[in-house]
């Protein structure tokens, strides 16, 4: 397991250390919460494993990973519905429930990775589409997911991360 450590000294802009390594990230608007709920802006405080990186295969390789990783499709999405059986899962659009769509034109998801939150078991309302991705150029708050420099995004995962200590 390759872990890293978020150090959040403000509210919503941290730092991912890597061993030696230190990169900005962008944290949710509401800062880091141990009790995350569905559409509350926070970033879960918490050990968030790695579950799985989508990439978008027309904008660059597939990135090194150590975990299982797969090209996103233009009818990917992840639904964020508690109301919903999907809650909390990746869907194929269109969907019936609300959702978010993974293949998005900002290139924020051009690499997004699934973190390990409210995944085993799914708890409605616990919080959903938890994810690491690309950053804004200018690092503003994320809506609860951690994001870095796009390039450092990709040196982390092929530096082998394995799973993400938020603490809270």
């Not at 730092?15 to 970033?43: F, S």
């Not at 150590?66 to 499709?73: D, G, K, T």
């Amino acid at each position: 397991m390759v872990r890293a450590i978020i150090e959040a000294p403000d509210a919503h802009r941290g730092v991912l250390r890597l061993e030696t390594l230190r990169v900005p990230a962008a944290l949710g608007a509401a800062g880091i919460r141990v009790d995350k709920q569905e559409g509350d802006g926070a970033t879960p405080a918490g050990l968030l494993r790695l579950r799985r990186v989508f990439y978008r295969a027309d904008r660059g390789a597939a990135p090194a990973c150590a975990v299982p990783r797969e090209a996103l499709a233009p009818d990917d999405g992840w639904c964020d519905d508690p109301m919903h059986p999907d809650y909390n899962r990746q869907v194929s659009l269109p969907h019936p429930a609300r959702h978010e769509r993974l293949w998005r034109e900002d290139g924020l998801y051009d690499i997004v990775v699934v973190l390990g939150w409210n995944d085993e078991p799914v708890v409605r309302d616990r919080g959903s589409a938890i994810f690491l991705h690309g950053a804004h150029r200018d690092f503003r708050p994320t809506e609860g997911c951690i994001a870095l420099a796009p390039d450092a995004l990709r040196r982390v995962l092929a530096d082998g991360l394995t799973e993400i200590e938020v603490p809270g």
